[in-house]
C-alpha cells in the first residue's frame, strides 16, 4: 500500500540571476512500513526534500500525497493539524522543550491536540526507548543519545503515516548512533512504521529497505 507519493517536485528559491533551484521535479513513491533513506552531500536538497514532505515549507509547483491527501491542498491552519496527526519529526538536536519532563515532551503532540494519553502505551514507548529511569528528568538531565530517544518517542506516540528523521545521529557519538538506528529499526521492524531518514552517513543508510542519492536537487539514484 502506498502512503507517501511525490510528483515533480520543485523548489526554487530567489529570483533572475539570485535563483536557486533547490529540488528539481524530484518523483518517488514509499509503501506503507517501507524504511527509506535519503543521501546525499550538503547542498544537495535532500533537507529542503524533507521539509517538504513534512509540510514544513511549501513548493514552487508538485505535489505530495501522504496517506492518498495532498498536503497541499491544506491551508496553513490545517497543514499544522495534519502535520501534527500524521508526520512524526526527528531533529538532529532533539528540539525538546527544556522546561517539560521526559514523558511531558513525548506526549507533547497529544496534548497540543487535546487528546487523551493511553497510559500503558505510554509506558511501553518509556520502555523499548530504554527511559523508565529518565521519565520524570529535564532534558538537560539526560545524554545526547536519551535526549534523541525521547525525540523519537514523540515522534511515534500519535502513531503518524509516517516519520521523518533528519541526520537523527549527526549530533551523537558512534555509541549512542548505533542505539538509534537500532531503535528506529526496531519501530519500523516490530511496528510496522514507515520511515524516511535523511543522512549523509553511507553505512547508516545501509540499514534501510531502499537508498534514494540526491545530487543536484535531482534524484541520481
Same mark, same amino acid.
Given at each position: ?10 523548489? +526554487? ?7 536557486? @533551484? ?14 527509506? %533513506? ?41 497543514? %499544522? ?20 519532563? +521526559? ?13 487523551? @494519553? ?15 529511569? =529518565? =521519565? ?12 534523541? =530517544? ?30 538509534? @538506528? ?6 519500523? =521492524?516490530?511496528?510496522?512504521?514507515? +520511515? ?26
Amino acid at each position: 500500500m502506498e502512503i507517501l507519493k511525490v510528483e515533480n517536485l520543485t523548489k +526554487i528559491y530567489g529570483k533572475d540571476s539570485t535563483q536557486v @533551484v533547490a529540488l528539481d521535479n524530484v518523483s518517488f513513491s514509499v509503501e506503507k512500513g517501507e524504511f527509506v %533513506a535519503i543521501v546525499g552531500a550538503s547542498g544537495s536538497g535532500k533537507s529542503t526534500l524533507l521539509h517538504l514532505l513534512g509540510g514544513v515549507d511549501r513548493p514552487t509547483s508538485g505535489k505530495v500525497f501522504i496517506d492518498g491527501k495532498d498536503i497541499f491542498d491544506f491551508d496553513d491552519d490545517k497543514l %499544522a493539524i495534519f502535520r501534527r496527526r500524521q508526520i512524526g519529526l526527528i531533529y538532529q538536536f532533539y528540539n525538546l522543550i527544556p522546561i517539560l519532563n +521526559i514523558e511531558e515532551n513525548i506526549t507533547l503532540p497529544l496534548s497540543l491536540d487535546n487528546r487523551k @494519553v493511553d497510559s500503558k502505551v505510554l509506558d511501553e514507548m518509556i520502555e523499548v526507548l530504554g527511559l523508565t529511569e =529518565r =521519565r520524570k528528568h529535564l532534558p538537560n538531565e539526560l545524554s545526547g543519545g536519551q535526549q534523541q =530517544r525521547t525525540s523519537i518517542g514523540r515522534a511515534l506516540i500519535t502513531n503518524p503515516a509516517i516519520v521523518l528523521a533528519d541526520e537523527p545521529t549527526g549530533n551523537l557519538d558512534s555509541k549512542s548512533s548505533d542505539e538509534i @538506528v537500532a531503535l528506529l529499526k526496531k519501530s519500523n =521492524r516490530d511496528y510496522n512504521q514507515t +520511515i524516511i531518514m535523511i543522512t549523509h552517513n553511507m553505512e547508516i543508510a545501509k540499514i534501510a529497505d531502499r537508498i534514494i542519492k540526491i545530487e543536484d536537487g535531482r534524484i541520481a539514484q
